[in-house]
Structures are given as structure tokens and as C-alpha cells.
């Protein structure tokens, strides 16, 4: 797997510079997971976010029965895990592979190396960050909007 070429379809890594990009590359780890095979559960404490290269990842969240619930899929070259390396907070759902999944997994400390050598770099994989949450944000509320209005 070329890391470099799979980073750059990722809407997280929009606007970086060959060599930012390059770094960036140097820092994730691959990861493969089976059907099944959970990633991360919700509750866990997160420090990393995971790039989608290969397959299709369920999002679940437990109900108070103790059910799940699905949210979404994701699909290359979509990212999750984002929100802790914000928030520092626990994580707000499971995510378990759908079909046999391949990632690029980068820790909250890899991050941090990036912003030490390219502070321009790490601010643009913010900003990317609050695009895509602010997007999820809006589509999560259309739906909610739809499932509340009568006749819908």
C-alpha cells in the first residue's frame, strides 16, 4: 500500500504539502481487521483516528436496553476516531468492520510530533476535522428534522 496516495483521497489531509503529506505517512500505522472484528467500543478511551483505505466499518451506539444501534457506514476514504483526539472524551460509539477493513491508524502523540516540525499543517488537519464534524453535525440534524415531522 502506497500510505503517501491514500492520505491524499482523505478530505482530512485537503490543502497539506507533499511533505507534510509525506510525514504524515511516516507516522500512521496499518491496521487489518476481520468481518466482525470490532475496532474500538463506545466508552473506550480514545487517543487515535483511523483512516478507511479498504472495506466498509458500521457505526453503533448502545441504547439504554443495552442493544446497538446502527448510525452509519463508512467506507474508504472516509476517517473516524476524530473526535477524541479533540475532545479528549471517551468514545461516543463502537465501530466494528463490516467486511474485511484495512486502516491507517494515527495516534493523538503522532499528531502532535506533526504539529512540532508543521504547525501550518497540523492547523489545516484541524480545520479539516471541524469541516467534516460540522458536516455530520448538519446531516444528523436534517435527519432528525425528518424523523420528527409529521407525515414523514
Known sequence: MNKVEELQKS??????????????AELT??????????????????????LLVEGVVEVLQK???????LITELQAPEFFGEMSLIDKEYRSATIRAK???IMLCLTNENLHSFARV???????????????????????NLKLLKKNT???
Open 11 to 24: 478530505r482530512l489531509f485537503e490543502g497539506l504539502l507533499p511533505e507534510e503529506i509525506e510525514m504524515l
Open 29 to 50: 500505522q496499518q491496521k487489518k481487521y476481520t468481518e466482525g472484528e470490532v475496532v474500538f467500543e463506545q466508552g473506550d478511551v480514545g487517543d487515535s483516528l483511523y
Open 63 to 69: 441504547r439504554s436496553d443495552g442493544s446497538e444501534q
Open 99 to 101: 467486511s474485511e477493513a
Open 118 to 140: 508543521y504547525k501550518n499543517g497540523f492547523t489545516l488537519v484541524v480545520i479539516n476535522i471541524a469541516r467534516v464534524l460540522s458536516a455530520r453535525l448538519r446531516e444528523t
Open 150 to 152: 409529521p407525515g414523514q
